[in-house]
Every structure is written in C-alpha cells, then in structure tokens.
C-alpha cells in the first residue's frame, strides 16, 4: 500500500510494483495512465497555471521558494484515512517536491496502529543519467521489486549509455528549461549531453539556473534545445518569441544552421522513462529530425 507524493515517484513505483500497488498519487500524476483515477493525497497551493506568462510563474514560484512557502500540500487526513504502509517523495526539484517539515510525525502521533514505513525526501534524487537506475535500484528493494526487472532496466541504460556515446561530435548545446529568465537545465539532462560527447553550458550533473542571454550568445551554441519544464510545445511558441526578438539571436550558430528544437518537456522526470527523452536527443544528433509527438524545428 503505496502512497506517491509527486509525478516522479508515480512512475518509478508503478514500474517497480505495480500500479495496483499505489493507493494514493500527487494532483499532477498522469503517467501511467491508470494512476490519473487514483485519490489525490496533494494539493497545489497557489493559483499557478500554463495560461500565465513565464515570468508570472517565475515570480509566484520564487516568492514561495524566499517565504519558505510550499507550492504543494499534503492532504495528511487523506493519507491517514488511506493506511499506507509506504510513501515515496523526492528533492529534486523545489518546484514539485513537498517540503522536508511535512507534519508526517504529528499524524504518526495520531494513532500508533498507523505503522508507516518512511522514505524521507532526500532518498529519492538521481542528478546523472545512470544515478536514475541506481535510486530506482535502492527503491526496488524496498518494495521488493522482482530481481528481473531491475536487472532487465539496469541492463538498458547500460546498453543505451554505450549507444549513444560520442555521437554529438563536440557540439556546443544549450538546453533552455524556462523562457523569462532564461533557466538552463543540468542534472542528467547535460550528464547525457556529456556522454553523446556533447559540451553543454552547464556543468554534467551539476545544478542549472539562470543565464543571462548575453552568456548565452557568447558560447554560441550549435544546438540550442528549447523545452520548459510543464509547458507542452504549443504553449512553449506562444512565448518563443521572447527568445528570438533577443539581441544577436540570428548570429547564433544554431540558430543559422536549423538547429534549433521546441520539445516537450520528457526530460523533466528522472525515471525510466528517461530512457525516451535519450531517444529524442539521439535522433535530433544523428538525424536532424525529431518526431512530431517529440517536438518541432524550428
């Protein structure tokens, strides 16, 4: 009886156990699909929405990130009333995350029959390509996934780590995460990056943020990936224009090549999953193309 405080776990646990195995999910959990049914144990608590200008989400998200503020809540009477004996959450981003000071000890107070088997948040927060499989692996043997699956998933990174290595030929790459400010993506995003062979802005694994244009434009990338995290493609061009009306956007490397990729935001969950953002990135490195479901060039 599993219990998922964000997206990420959803899918990670679903892999591992079971969906049949989650009794309770976040309000923004929607992968597999069988979950989206599933009661919600969180709530969002401001009136943030993929309507508002970038910079709109930018400012609330960052005033409650200084206000020490959550952007969600646990609904802990839900999840009392649901008798997990497991719940999984995860620190990666502050965004998604709930925050470590949960009332989780007053609602074990409430009842000493409520015999809860905790993963604190900090357990779960892969920052490299192949950290994915080893988080998932240390989450498999607390919910006693099958030694096959894990083997059999451990197995595929592995492989596609080998495939993909070298094949981005030292190209300079920015991933732009958020639009206004420019927030560039690191974590396994540019780890991956580096293991094509590619030279990202930001350091391989290491924590991204924001950029002013002007650093930007002086790497000159010869890619420039363009998917902010929870906005669809078609919302992403509703606002791209504040990107290309940026002083020197047109002497962008990049930019005159065609090398420039709107994406749906696949990255942004570190799961097995990740496994389909790789093959996106392979493609548009080999071939120039992404698939219409993926993205577009523009």
């Known amino acids: 009886r599993i219990i998922t405080l964000d997206p990420s776990s959803t899918e990670v646990i679903s892999y591992l156990a079971g969906v049949e195995s989650i009794i309770g ?19 969002k608590t401001t009136n ?19 206000s020490m ?12 009333s649901l008798d997990p004996d497991l719940i999984v959450g995860q620190n990666i981003c502050e965004t998604c995350s709930l925050p470590n000071t949960t009332p989780l000890n007053l609602t074990l107070w409430k009842s000493r029959s409520f015999k809860l088997r905790v993963i604190k948040m900090t357990s779960f927060g892969p920052s490299t390509f192949m950290g994915i499989i080893d988080e998932m692996k240390k989450l498999a043997r607390i919910v006693n996934s099958s030694e096959e699956i894990v083997t059999n998933l451990e197995k595929e990174f592995k492989e596609t780590r080998e495939r993909i290595r070298g094949i981005a030929d030292n190209y300079k790459v920015v991933f732009i995460e958020w639009i206004k400010p420019i927030h560039l993506m690191g974590k396994w995003v540019t780890d991956i990056l580096n293991i094509m062979g590619a030279k990202p802005l930001v350091r391989p694994g290491g ?32 606002e ?6 940026l002083p020197g956007w047109d002497d962008i490397n990049a930019v005159k090549n065609k090398n420039v990729y709107v994406l749906e935001p696949i990255y942004a ?26 993205g577009i060039k523009l």
Request: glycine letters at 2%.
């Open 25 to 43: 999910v976040s309000e923004d959990s929607d992968r597999p699909n069988e979950v989206i049914n599933k009661p919600k144990v969180t709530r």
């Open 48 to 66: 943030i929405n993929n309507d508002m200008p970038s910079e709109e989400i930018d400012r609330i998200v960052r005033e409650h990130i200084k």
């Open 69 to 80: 503020k959550p952007l969600h809540e646990a609904l802990w009477d839900r999840i009392y």
């Open 207 to 238: 924590k991204g943020g924001v950029f002013e244009w002007e650093t930007i434009r002086q790497f000159n990338p010869d890619y420039l990936l363009i998917s902010p995290c929870s906005f669809p493609v078609y919302r992403t061009m509703k």
């Open 240 to 245: 791209i224009w504040k990107l290309t009306t």
């Open 269 to 294: 969950r570190p799961t097995q999953n990740i496994l389909e953002f790789v093959k996106v990135l392979e493609d548009i490195f080999t071939t120039g193309d992404v698939k219409k479901e993926y």
